[in-house]
């Protein structure tokens, strides 16, 4: 695992930019697997600016997001669908036909999550995968207990997970307490991982990740096994790393 410290939130989101603009560089047709959340706002928001000043071709990529609320429609406010329009998907040049979210409006989540997983198989799997950090250590909406072999699935979101998220939610709006998530195990196929997690909230996700011991308790910690990952932070979410973290990269 690498492991890039940067001192600022916004230097680790320039670093996670310039990652994903050397990818589809590299290879114009790549598959990208992406989160939604706080964190990478910031990286989407530099895209976008990257794109509109020349940089940047998105014509023959796919997408496929990590996690869908269940329940949303794509047209919801607080739907992962219409926070990667807004943020992302309307300001490059991605073509809509290849960008994939788990529907959360599906009648049967479960044949939903079944036809999610064939699809990212059908597309020869995820070229590099971004995600987010939860602050009990989830990636995707893989909560802690979830097996590191899981696929796609519906599943139930924790207390902390619905209270961490409940500021994307207007006043009066149902938050779902279920998503589709892509699985540890689907994630884990992904080629490249890139995690970023920024802010002094994630300290503790991120030293039980990367200097805690391997179990399902700490959904993080199953990137360890995982030849090609690198995960970008800032000085507040790298405070409680140990300091002999010996693939540490002060970049
Ligand atoms: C979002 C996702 C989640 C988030 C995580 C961190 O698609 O899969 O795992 O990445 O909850 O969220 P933020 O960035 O809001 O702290």
Redesign the pocket.
Same mark, same amino acid.
């Given at each position: 695992m690498k492991i890039i410290i940067k001192d600022t939130a916004a230097e680790a989101s320039a670093a996670v930019t310039e990652i994903l603009l050397q990818q589809i560089a590299e290879k114009p047709a790549s598959v990208l697997g992406l989160?939604? !959340?706080?964190?990478?706002l910031a990286v989407y928001a530099r895209l976008r600016e990257e794109f509109a000043k020349g940089r940047g071709s998105y014509g023959s990529i796919t997408t496929f997001n990590?996690?869908e609320y269940i329940g949303l429609s794509l047209h919801d406010p607080a739907s992962?669908a219409r926070y990667m329009r807004e943020n992302l998907f309307e300001h490059v040049n991605v073509k809509a036909s290849r960008t994939n979210i788990p529907d959360g409006s599906a009648s049967d989540p479960d044949a939903e999550a079944k036809r999610y997983e064939g699809l990212i198989a059908a597309c020869g799997g995820i070229d590099l995968m971004l995600?987010?950090?939860?602050r009990n250590a989830?990636? !995707?909406?893989n909560e802690p207990g979830s097996l590191h072999h899981s696929r796609t699935r519906r599943v139930a979101l924790t207390e902390s997970?619905l209270e961490?998220n409940s500021a994307y939610f207007a006043s009066g709006a149902v938050q779902p307490t279920h998503a589709i998530t892509m699985g540890i195990g689907t994630i884990l196929q992904c080629r490249r991982i890139v995690v970023l997690a920024t802010g002094p909230e994630k300290a503790e996700a991120v030293a039980s990740s990367v200097d805690g011991v391997v179990s399902e308790a700490v959904p993080g910690s199953a990137l360890s096994h995982h030849p090609d990952t690198t995960i970008v932070l800032d000085k507040a979410a790298a405070r409680n790393l140990g300091i002999a973290q010996p693939m540490e990269l002060r970049a």
């Open positions: 989160p939604t !959340g706080g964190t990478p990590v996690d992962y995600l987010g950090l939860g989830h990636i !995707g909406f997970t961490a």
